[in-house]
């Protein structure tokens, strides 16, 4: 009983921080997509759907519903057939038209398969690829995605200070599934814009610098959180989700689980900020995950871009 009272009591003072940390609106674009059946490898092939990014959402959206006081009918969820490219491109309008205010806060979440394309305008990839994210109507020519470019312009162009985005997919890597079939990675390869797809390389260290880059500043509280380093893959697995164990991306299973236990707020003051909660989700994909494999190409070791990392990320 004085365990459940202690969780209480630690929700209550987390869930007052959050709502009184911003006196704005509280404005999430929450997407997962576990298939893109569009999608075809360029010897026809379907490439395997995932399993747990439509959960992995759903939970991220309840996070910020239940935990940090955004109102139901902020929280954008589409998943599945509902996440298109013209529905994400409408949910960011409608986020863009309401979130005018300096103290407005928005967060941009994405769960499912990334890849790259050929860098489309502006030219401005030194290994002339682009990021994206497939959406469920994409296609290996690389229509239907949202392009680093596009998204890096959106947050760009909003007045907010407060922006977080979190994207659990690959960066990265070449391939679809791992040796062991339980553990997937999210990467789709072969998407190229133009007449033939180019042979995917290895990228330079920081991908996705449209989001991470130019935009922060003194004033503003820019965070981004990638499930993976540039070189590595991010996967899902079965993991253990109450009475049975189900497919999740392990990224955003830690990242829900660092918000959701006090063990990640280790200065004990109701608050778990994007340093604490990076720590705790770095050491439960160490725990679980990196310490049975043995080249670093194969660990999935998350990254954090924060103006402000003693902060909520929320």
């Not at 079965?238 to 392990?250: C, E, F, H, P, V």
């Not at 990242?255 to 959701?260: D, N």
Request: charged letters at 25%; proline letters at 5%.
């Amino acid at each position: 009983m004085q365990t459940l009272v202690r969780q209480l009591a630690f929700w209550v003072v987390l869930l007052a921080v959050a709502r009184g940390a911003s006196g704005g609106q509280k404005l999430a674009i929450v997407v997962g997509v576990n298939d893109s059946p569009r999608f075809r490898l360029a010897t026809g092939a379907r490439p395997r759907p995932l399993a747990g990014a439509e959960r992995d959402a759903a939970a991220l959206a309840e996070l910020l519903r239940l935990k940090f006081g955004f109102a139901p009918a902020d929280v954008q969820l589409l998943t599945g057939q509902a996440a298109t490219l013209e529905a994400v491109r409408g949910a960011l309008a409608r986020v863009r038209g309401q979130a005018t205010a300096a103290d407005d806060q928005v967060v941009f979440y994405f769960s499912g398969h990334g890849t790259q394309l050929t860098d489309r305008v502006p030219l401005d990839e030194p290994d002339e690829l682009d990021e994206a994210l497939c959406l469920f109507d994409a296609e290996a020519s690389g229509a239907n995605m949202l392009v680093d470019d596009e998204l890096g312009r959106w947050l760009d162009a909003l007045p907010c200070r407060r922006v977080t985005v979190v994207l659990d997919c690959c960066h990265a890597g070449t391939g679809t599934k791992d040796a062991d079939d339980e553990i997937v990675a999210r990467f789709l390869p072969g998407a190229a814009q133009g007449d033939a797809a180019r042979p995917l390389r290895d990228p330079p260290a920081g991908r996705w610098i449209e989001l991470n880059g130019g935009q922060k500043s003194l004033d503003r509280q820019r965070t981004a959180w990638f499930a993976c380093q540039a070189e590595q893959q991010a996967y899902e697995r079965r993991l253990d989700s109450g009475q049975t164990a189900q497919r999740r991306g392990q990224f955003s299973y830690y990242l829900v689980e660092a918000f959701a236990t006090p063990a990640a707020d280790r200065d004990g003051n109701g608050t778990i900020t994007n340093r604490e909660a990076f720590a705790y989700v770095a050491a439960r994909l160490d725990e679980t995950f990196n310490r049975l494999r043995s080249a670093a190409r194969d660990r999935q070791q998350p990254a954090l871009e924060a103006d402000r990392p003693e902060e909520s990320p929320f």
